[in-house]
T-cell receptor
Framework: SAVISQKPSRDICQRGTSLTIQCQVD?????MFWYRQQPGQSLTLIAT?????????ESGFVIDKFPISRPNLTFSTLTVSNMSPEDSSIYLC?????????????FGEGSWLTVV | AQSVAQPEDQVNVAEGNPLTVKCTYSVSGNPYLFWYVQYPNRGLQFLLKYITGDNLVKGSYGFEAEFNKSQTSFHLKKPSALVSDSALYFCAVIRTGANNLFFGTGTRLTVIP
């Protein structure tokens, strides 16, 4: 298994500002992902964080709004840029310890952002 | 294309009774199916998964799920519910060749003392 730590766990942010969320895994992982969970909703994949290259974004998400870094096999960041109240969500980092589809994907505790 | 349906937004069950949380899927190829639980103000915790082999999968906290290919279902079950099982449950699928999870809408389970 993998233990995933996220910082910050919660924050209240001003409209128009940007916030970077950090994700640290306790072991090297092949795949890292960022999900968004809007209030009362399910999880939606934002992007796959690729080590050493640009992230792969899902439809509806763009790099300018959600820049992602992954400098090594245990760490990734997600920035939520120019925030608006619609960005108030839980942002979850996740990681898979293997490269094949059947490997378990583990999640962090989430970063709960409120934009005012 | 892939999709996961959790037809019940809310399931209520009395403590000690068996519980079932339903999930059906639609995916091309062989599916990899997962259940996660989210306790209040927490992230997601992995419960169990089906990859191949025995259709009955056992997981954490006494939960199990049965893969039924003909009905394209993967219902989560527990023989005797606990109040501490009250949480939000998500079914998810990875289609063959992909690496990311696609989630259902979630089912809120309430176990009544």
């Amino acid at each position: 298994s993998a233990v995933i730590s996220q910082k910050p766990s919660r924050d209240i942010c001003q409209r128009g500002t940007s916030l970077t969320i950090q994700c640290q895994v306790d072991s090297q992982v092949t795949m890292m992902f960022w999900y968004r969970q809007q209030p009362g909703q399910s999880l939606t994949l934002i992007a796959t964080a690729n080590q050493g290259s640009e992230a792969t974004y899902e439809s509806g998400f763009v790099i300018d709004k959600f820049p992602i870094s992954r400098p090594n096999l245990t760490f990734s960041t997600l920035t939520v840029s120019n925030m608006s109240p619609e960005d108030s969500s839980i942002y979850l980092c996740s990681a898979a310890t293997g490269a094949t589809s059947g490997n378990t994907i583990y999640f962090g505790e989430g970063s709960w952002l409120t934009v005012v | 294309a892939q999709s996961v349906a959790q037809p019940e937004d809310q399931v209520n069950v009395a403590e000690g009774n068996p519980l079932t949380v339903k999930c059906t899927y639609s995916v091309s190829g062989n599916p990899y199916l997962f259940w996660y639980v989210q306790y209040p103000n927490r992230g997601l915790q992995f419960l169990l998964k089906y990859i191949t082999g025995d259709n009955l999968v056992k997981g954490s906290y006494g939960f199990e799920a049965e893969f039924n290919k003909s009905q394209t279902s993967f219902h989560l079950k527990k023989p005797s519910a606990l109040v501490s099982d009250s949480a939000l449950y998500f079914c998810a699928v990875i289609r063959t060749g992909a690496n990311n999870l696609f989630f259902g809408t979630g089912t809120r389970l309430t176990v009544i003392p």
